[in-house]
């Protein structure tokens, strides 16, 4: 076993690789098919967007914002496909093997929790919902943190798919993991006495950007700050298109965004002192 001075030594088992590469590509058709299903049918006779309409708040951006769904869903198809391609290699390519590792079973994990949370939600166990979401959020904490030792290793297009697709599937889940927390408050009618829907905004957006902040920075990586830059925009929109101008969520939102760009500022500055890695197979 070779170690190089001040790097850690990691061992890669290639038959864990392969199973990995099937598992990873199954469990992502899986949750694809679910998620298809919510549309197509859809499941429980409604569309995911008209269930959010009916836990009305001011948290809730406007509708072309969840089009970011299809964004990360064509990064993790792209990571996927990346992934599986050595699959009948002798040895996967180092790089790769190294990413694998690091996220080992949690993408399986993270895509069933995905595919539960659809079922939850349209058939209304609001509940349960919020506990599969807070399944996939420590998932995709954790993929990210893991992630974050590799990233100096990779580069061009395996770079750009990895870190956005996981990246952006992180900053989103952080807004709607606020969001379905909001919306079990609304449909159980138990918003906190003495504030306002309008103040309840600014507070939930002023703790998702603080969020969003710790975790872009932590797992050194912008684009978790990007989709979260993304949800407050649509917070903006929803907001201005509202008979009444919340102009307190606005400029929350505002404000929040200038967060998440010094975060990501911040992210990009530290990633450079990110620790090396030896890979060693076996």
């Not at 769904?69 to 496909?81: E, G, R």
């Not at 893991?146 to 990233?151: C, D, M, R, T």
Request: net charge positive.
């Amino acid at each position: 076993m070779e170690t190089l001075t001040n790097t850690e030594t990691v061992v890669i088992s290639t038959s864990k690789i392969k199973t990995l590469q099937v598992l990873n590509f199954v469990f992502f058709i899986i949750m694809v098919f679910m998620n298809g299903l919510a549309v197509s049918l859809p499941l429980n006779g409604k569309t995911t967007g008209e269930l959010s309409n009916k836990y009305p708040n001011l948290f809730v951006p406007t509708g072309l914002t969840f089009s970011i769904w299809s964004v990360i869903y064509i990064l993790l198809f792209a990571f996927c496909i990346y992934q599986i391609r050595s699959l009948f290699s002798r040895k996967p390519e180092p790089h790769l093997a190294m990413i694998l590792e690091a996220i080992g079973y949690l993408f399986i994990l993270n895509a069933t929790f995905n595919a539960l949370w659809i079922l939850t939600w349209h058939y209304e166990i609001l509940p349960l919902s919020i506990l599969v979401m807070l399944g996939i959020l420590v998932t995709l904490i954790q993929i990210n943190k893991n992630l974050k030792h590799v990233q100096p290793y990779i580069s061009g297009g395996l770079k750009f798919v990895v870190k956005a697709s996981f990246g952006l599937y992180f900053g989103w889940i952080c807004i709607a993991t606020i969001a379905n927390v909001t919306a079990i408050l609304v449909g159980y009618g138990i918003m906190p006495v003495g504030i306002s829907g309008q103040s309840w905004a600014c507070i939930m957006i002023l703790i998702g950007s603080c969020i969003g902040f710790i975790a872009t920075i932590n797992v050194r990586n912008g684009y978790v700050g990007l989709a979260i830059i993304w949800a407050l925009i649509g917070i903006i929109v929803a907001r201005n298109k509202d008979v009444i101008y919340y102009k307190y969520v606005v400029y929350s939102a505002a404000f929040g965004i200038l967060i998440m760009i010094s975060a990501m500022l911040m992210a990009s500055t530290l990633q450079m002192f990110t620790r090396r890695k030896t890979i060693i197979e076996e």
